[in-house]
């Protein structure tokens, strides 16, 4: 196995959070009621949302930015986020006063790029470019090769990782009973990799659990090669933990340190969030959902035990409500799309409400166009039931008069035009 050439020293991390004393908060570390009693064990959340910037990215920007020398600092600092590192980025600039040049993938969510402009002010430049963190990455870097200027990665560097694993300095002096577990996202593996080195000095028996994203599995599919890998392809919706390749230093320090690898699908990730917000009043982004939707996942496991949730950030965009919400209730089996063939005749739409539709099903989208010259015409039908149960009996229905035509939610390729 390749030895780590590189791992966090625990007298680096508390300069690191020396540095951070007057630039980051003390987040909370809250023992929560509901999530406790449901999993029949002592859930504390560890809360990274509540942070001057919504996530923890402020500890590793500041923390790098602020130990950079003049000469490094001479033709300005420039990095590639899709959000959250780019804001801690953008404040580090206005408090030390130095301009950086910011590069986010196109689809970063509105309320992010708005504020990484308020958080930056006059310091920072932001360009647009590429539909992944990746993208924006290369362009960065090239730019970087070009004007001579710092680059500020996001998570695999050496102050970045120790800024970030002030986290875990944080949770072992706040808590005041033993840690069984620690459960955090994983993106590039910065976090992870940080925090994951305070607990292999301070709570060696901690296990701890890095959950990623069911679209972007980076850092578990690296840990089972055996070798840092570059995934072909992934699911940008957890815009804060979706990258195609992990860190060289974070794979070596995870790879040793992590417990195990959890993936939460998209929908289960929605669900929390809706969850969180509905009965917490708690907003997160799905890459500040993951920790706590990974908790059913190994609920038998962590009966009675002491477990830490790491919520890393909140930075979500309300436009993008009615997307969680569909992915939520495709996730529970709520929602279903279907292919619904009608009679080209009077009384057909009426005969299927009547007659097909059940008292507590609700018709959601309806997409149809008569033809002509045929006998029968697909409408494109969404219903949401309010019980999974009802599915089966809503399908026998559609058979029985002739309505059924085929199920979407099982056709990728017709599926991705709804949602």
Request: glycine share 6%; with cysteine.
């Amino acid at each position: 196995m390749k030895t780590v050439t590189y791992y966090p020293r625990l007298q680096d991390v508390k300069q690191a959070a020396n540095r951070l004393r007057d630039v980051a908060c003390l987040t909370p570390l809250e023992l929560n009621a509901l999530y406790s009693d449901r999993y029949q064990s002592s859930i504390y959340f560890k809360r990274e949302d509540l942070q001057p910037v919504r996530s923890y990215k402020i500890r590793g920007a500041y923390n790098k930015i602020s130990t950079l020398s003049k000469e490094d600092l001479s033709n300005g600092i420039v990095c590639a986020s899709a959000g959250n590192h780019a804001q801690g980025v953008a404040m580090s600039c206005k408090l030390l006063k130095i301009h950086g040049t910011i590069y986010m993938p196109t689809p970063t969510p509105v309320q992010k790029i708005q504020q990484v402009k308020m958080f930056g002010g006059t310091y920072v430049t932001i360009v647009m470019h590429g539909d992944t963190y990746d993208d924006s990455y290369y362009a960065a870097m090239e730019e970087n090769k070009k004007l001579g200027k710092t680059f500020i990665h996001p998570f695999d560097d050496e102050k970045v990782i120790e800024g970030q694993a002030t986290v875990g300095l944080e949770i072992m002096e706040q808590s005041k009973v033993p840690i069984d577990y620690v459960i955090m996202p994983v993106g590039g593996g910065g976090l992870s990799a940080g925090v994951s080195s305070v607990l292999k000095y301070l709570s060696p028996h901690t296990k701890i659990i890095g959950v990623e994203p069911k679209g972007a599995t980076s850092m578990a599919t690296s840990i089972f090669n055996r070798e840092n890998t570059t995934l072909d392809k992934i699911d940008s919706f957890v815009d804060g933990a979706a990258v195609k390749r992990v860190g060289e230093r974070n794979f070596e320090i995870c790879k040793q340190n992590l417990t195990e690898t959890i993936n939460v699908s998209e929908g289960a990730i929605c669900q929390t969030i809706l969850d969180l917000y509905n009965s917490q009043a708690i907003v997160v982004e799905p890459a500040g959902a993951m920790s706590i939707t990974a908790l059913e996942t190994i609920s038998e496991k962590i009966k009675g035990k002491n477990v830490v949730c790491v919520i890393s950030g909140s930075n979500n965009d309300i436009t993008r409500t009615a997307e969680i919400k569909e992915r939520a209730l495709l996730e529970s089996q709520l929602k279903h799309y279907f292919i619904v063939r009608f009679p080209q005749r009077a009384g057909a739409l009426k005969e299927f409400v009547e007659k097909v539709i059940g008292p507590n099903d609700d018709i959601t989208h309806f997409e149809y166009t008569k033809k002509t010259n045929r006998i029968n015409g697909s409408a494109v039908v969404g219903i949401e039931l309010k019980n999974t149960s009802d599915f089966d009996s809503l399908v026998q229905r559609m058979k029985s008069l002739n309505f059924y035509g085929d199920y979407i939610n099982d056709n990728p390729t017709l599926f991705e035009f709804l949602v």
